[in-house]
């Protein structure tokens, strides 16, 4: 276990979402910690945004994938990964 791991409350969650969400926290407490996250939101807060912006990319996405080309599929990747990027990257200090 990390420590100042994020815990998200996952009740009704399957085992494999509980599982995600536990590695969502461990992964976010050590950005957090070696300050390659940003660490203005509280905890929390931070992990079930991050946790429901990906769910809502994966199923965004499954429903929608077949009508993609393939290069509108990897626009679409780069935008995702850039809207976790602004969601997560520390605001640079004067």
Same mark, same amino acid.
């Given at each position: 276990m990390v420590p100042g791991v994020i815990r998200l409350r996952t009740t009704g969650w399957t085992a494999s979402t509980r599982a995600i969400g *536990?590695? =969502?926290g461990e992964t976010?407490?050590?950005g957090r910690a070696s300050g390659a996250v940003r660490d203005d939101l509280p905890a929390e807060l931070q992990g079930r945004l991050t946790f429901a912006v990906l769910r809502t990319f994966d199923e965004w996405t499954m /429903? #929608? /994938?077949? +009508? &993609?080309?393939? $290069? *509108? $599929? #990897?626009a679409l990747v780069g935008a *995702? &990964? +850039?809207? =976790?990027?602004?969601?997560l990257t520390p605001t640079p200090q004067p």
């Open positions: *536990q590695w =969502l976010l407490a050590i /429903h #929608r /994938h077949a +009508d &993609l080309e393939p $290069a *509108q $599929a #990897r *995702q &990964l +850039d809207t =976790l990027k602004r969601l």
